[in-house]
């Protein structure tokens, strides 16, 4: 775990509706709720998934949000230095799991959920002390709310300050890891996410899917499809990024690749013979796909969903990548 990292930040992308909807997909997903719950409970700290873009401190809004937390989001200058921290998160933490310090001294963790290279959201959670606080530390927090003119009741304040939950680095950062072995589980929920899940979904959108789902193993092109649902091509690309957030190439290769995946689950399938059954017209090409959007290597992945065994199919040889 890294504390006040410092990155060349670049200005990040705001969330487009399909990462909003993924996201809001997510929290929404029994999965989530349950972790969520667990994490909560077993820990007593916050836990919220925060989209890639958004500002607001979704930790506010947990039953087990700090106190002090709370009584600074009240007030519009330091709800503002709230925010600003938040922003600090999201873009330390697009190189990895970051921790960062508020001005009065507690820590937030921010653990990225991707969908191959792209960012979806943050796992967030903290509001904790890393060492305890001290009295002459309050008063430097007061001066500062003095200066920013939002003092309120320094009494309550510090009540709540010094109730803030004190935790070992070492425990927190095993708190935090708890939180970045679930992230892999929800980057690999989320594809399926993005092929299954559209809202008030157009006509056309509905008939496409149905098609692509059928022939996904041929050569399926833009064309074929348009014209498998009886409107022009310009009209369907229209239509269908809007409705689904995704390209039909994008969308096709992730119908591709969940295939590939649930093939994979058969331990004497071979990879390559599954990236064909899918629908993948060369290795290569299969190769580059998977690992843009799982984020792994096919062979990696492979190992991976067998629990680490390497496993190839009788009387065979495992082979690198897609053998």
Same mark, same amino acid.
């Given at each position: 775990m890294q504390t006040n990292v410092s990155h060349a930040r670049a200005p990040l992308a705001p969330a487009n509706d399909s990462t909003r909807n993924v996201t809001a997909h997510l929290r929404q997903?029994?999965?989530?709720?349950?972790? %969520? +719950?667990?994490?909560?409970?077993?820990?007593?700290?916050?836990?919220? !998934?925060?989209? /890639?873009? @958004?500002? %607001?401190?979704?930790?506010?809004?947990? +039953?087990?949000?700090?106190?002090?937390? *709370?009584?600074? $989001? +009240?007030?519009? +200058? *330091?709800?503002?230095?709230? !925010? &600003?921290? %938040?922003?600090? #998160?999201?873009?330390? /933490?697009?190189?990895g799991t970051r921790t960062? &310090?508020?001005?009065?001294?507690?820590?937030?963790? $921010?653990v990225p959920v991707r969908v191959g290279d792209k960012i979806l959201g943050y796992l967030q959670t903290g509001q904790v002390f890393l060492t305890p606080p001290t009295k002459?530390?309050?008063? &430097? #927090?007061?001066?500062?709310?003095?200066?920013w003119g939002s003092l309120g009741d320094a009494r309550r304040l510090e009540t709540a300050y010094f109730q803030t939950r004190i935790l070992a680095r070492r425990q927190y950062e095993s708190v935090v890891n708890l939180l970045a072995v679930f992230a892999q589980h929800l980057s690999a929920l989320s594809n399926q996410v993005m092929v299954q899940e559209t809202a008030a979904e157009n006509p056309v959108i509905t008939r496409a899917r149905a098609y692509i789902a059928e022939h996904q193993a041929e050569d399926l092109n833009l064309r074929a499809v348009a014209q498998a649902v009886h409107? @022009?091509?310009?009209?369907?690309?229209? #239509?269908?990024?809007?409705?689904t957030g995704l390209t039909f190439t994008d969308y096709l290769a992730r119908v591709r690749v969940e295939t590939v995946k649930q093939l994979l689950l058969d331990p004497h399938q071979r990879v390559s013979e599954a990236?064909?059954?899918?629908?993948? &017209?060369?290795? @290569?090409?299969?190769?580059?796909?998977?690992?843009?959007? *799982?984020? $792994? $290597?096919?062979? /990696?992945?492979?190992?991976?969903?067998?629990?680490?065994?390497?496993?190839?199919?009788?009387?065979?040889?495992p082979v690198a990548q897609a053998a």
């Open positions: 997903s029994e999965i989530f709720r349950d972790y %969520q +719950k667990a994490y909560e409970t077993a820990t007593g700290l916050p836990m919220a !998934l925060r989209t /890639a873009g @958004s500002f %607001q401190s979704p930790l506010h809004g947990s +039953k087990q949000a700090n106190a002090f937390c *709370t009584l600074m $989001a +009240k007030n519009n +200058k *330091t709800c503002a230095a709230c !925010l &600003q921290l %938040q922003q600090r #998160v999201e873009e330390e /933490a697009s190189f960062l &310090q508020c001005f009065a001294g507690l820590s937030e963790s $921010a002459a530390r309050f008063r &430097q #927090v007061l001066r500062q709310l003095a200066a409107v @022009s091509e310009f009209h369907f690309c229209k #239509v269908f990024k809007r409705g990236a064909f059954a899918a629908g993948f &017209q060369s290795l @290569s090409q299969f190769n580059r796909v998977f690992h843009r959007i *799982t984020g $792994a $290597a096919p062979r /990696a992945y492979r190992e991976r969903v067998s629990g680490g065994r390497c496993i190839a199919a009788p009387g065979t040889r």
